[in-house]
């Protein structure tokens, strides 16, 4: 399901893929002498060149990468080597693990240090980072990882074809090279992703699927992306109200269904949705029940019902 595959060094680390290099075929002389001929001296200098630009086209390198933390809003707390504190503005997440977690009512905005763009960290949310790498063509390489909540992604379009900005979740990977969406990973670990600008690719079990502007997609743990459907951005609300009664206990069972990609909240936490966002609240039947659901899109577009439901 992963795209990448990654192994954590220390700062100013290179990383290199080994490729099978084939020898250059020297003749060997037979010198009068100890020392090499002219001769064989340029044949190892030329092998060597060869080596290099074979093994050149796939190193990367760490440097001094980060996402600044900026806006900070309620309770946000800042990760660095296994540690955590309370975040402060100007806080950087500079290396692998490096992350950022925000609690109920709580956001962050991430400004990248390529000024490509910034990330909208949204309330009950997770990101880490997984690299932060430079090319040998100076392109930039972004990885994060976000296994619960909701971030928006405003990117400036890449001038370096070999920059790219990857995220991943539980569900599977979305690619942009430059692009405003939103993403949200729910509790269960289903993607959901809304492209309002640009293009997203999302992938997982080995499939890519494109989504372009104006369209949005689901990506359920240990399946592929879904075809990509027309984005509406309406933090809709239809429920329906049954009275059941089960052991002799009477209760309420509130039935709601919004858009799949969007967040259901109810006293904070968000709900679970299936493939085709509905969710099931129960409650105590008492003589008058009320509820508060919020309902937000994955570009942060939200919604509060209150409900009278007896």
Same mark, same amino acid.
Do not use: C
């Given at each position: 399901?992963?795209?990448?595959?990654?192994?954590? @060094? +220390?700062?100013?680390?290179?990383?290199?893929?080994?490729?099978?290099?084939?020898?250059?075929?020297?003749?060997?002389?037979?010198? &009068?002498?100890?020392?090499?001929?002219?001769?064989?001296?340029?044949?190892?200098?030329?092998?060597?060149?060869?080596?290099?630009?074979?093994?050149?086209?796939?190193? &990367?390198?760490?440097?001094?990468?980060?996402?600044?933390?900026?806006?900070?809003?309620?309770?946000?707390?800042?990760?660095?080597?296994?540690?955590?504190?309370?975040?402060?503005?100007? !806080?950087?997440?500079?290396?692998?693990?490096?992350?950022?977690?925000?609690?109920?009512?709580?956001?962050?905005?991430?400004?990248?240090?390529?000024?490509?763009? /910034?990330?909208?960290?949204?309330?009950? /949310?997770?990101?880490?980072?997984?690299?932060?790498?430079?090319?040998?063509? !100076?392109?930039?390489?972004?990885?994060?990882?976000?296994?619960?909540?909701?971030?928006?992604?405003?990117?400036?379009?890449?001038?370096?074809?070999?920059?790219?900005?990857?995220?991943?979740?539980?569900?599977?990977?979305?690619?942009?090279?430059?692009?405003?969406?939103?993403?949200?990973?729910?509790?269960?670990?289903?993607?959901?992703?809304?492209?309002?600008?640009?293009?997203?690719?999302?992938?997982?079990?080995?499939?890519?699927?494109?989504?372009?502007?104006?369209?949005?997609?689901?990506?359920?743990?240990?399946?592929?992306?879904?075809?990509?459907?027309?984005?509406?951005?309406?933090?809709?609300?239809?429920?329906?109200?049954?009275?059941?009664?089960?052991?002799?206990? +009477?209760?309420?069972?509130?039935?709601?269904?919004?858009?799949? @990609?969007?967040?259901?909240?109810?006293?904070?936490?968000?709900?679970?949705?299936?493939?085709?966002?509905?969710?099931?609240?129960?409650?105590?039947?008492?003589?008058?029940?009320?509820?508060?659901? @919020?309902?937000?899109?994955?570009?942060?577009?939200?919604?509060?019902?209150?409900?009278?439901?007896?």
């Amino acid at each position: 399901m992963r795209r990448f595959r990654f192994n954590p @060094t +220390r700062f100013g680390a290179v990383h290199v893929q080994p490729r099978s290099i084939q020898p250059a075929q020297l003749k060997t002389a037979r010198p &009068t002498d100890q020392s090499l001929s002219s001769g064989a001296i340029f044949a190892i200098l030329l092998s060597l060149v060869f080596a290099n630009a074979v093994y050149s086209d796939t190193v &990367t390198v760490r440097v001094n990468r980060w996402l600044a933390l900026q806006q900070l809003t309620g309770t946000v707390f800042y990760f660095q080597s296994g540690e955590s504190r309370s975040a402060r503005q100007g !806080d950087r997440l500079q290396n692998v693990g490096d992350g950022v977690t925000t609690e109920t009512a709580a956001s962050a905005k991430l400004e990248i240090d390529t000024q490509i763009g /910034t990330i909208e960290v949204a309330e009950n /949310t997770h990101l880490a980072i997984q690299a932060l790498e430079t090319a040998p063509s !100076d392109g930039r390489i972004t990885r994060l990882k976000v296994d619960r909540g909701r971030v928006r992604l405003q990117i400036r379009a890449f001038t370096n074809p070999d920059s790219r900005l990857d995220i991943e979740t539980p569900a599977g990977v979305s690619g942009v090279r430059g692009t405003d969406f939103g993403l949200v990973v729910q509790p269960d670990g289903r993607m959901g992703v809304a492209t309002l600008e640009g293009s997203v690719v999302t992938e997982a079990q080995d499939r890519e699927i494109e989504v372009p502007a104006g369209f949005q997609n689901i990506t359920i743990p240990g399946e592929p992306p879904s075809a990509p459907v027309p984005f509406i951005n309406e933090p809709r609300l239809d429920y329906q109200v049954e009275r059941i009664i089960k052991r002799g206990v +009477r209760r309420i069972r509130l039935v709601g269904q919004v858009d799949p @990609t969007s967040t259901v909240l109810y006293r904070g936490e968000p709900q679970t949705l299936d493939r085709d966002g509905k969710f099931n609240l129960f409650l105590p039947a008492r003589s008058r029940v009320k509820v508060q659901i @919020t309902v937000v899109t994955p570009l942060g577009r939200t919604q509060t019902y209150d409900l009278d439901l007896i």
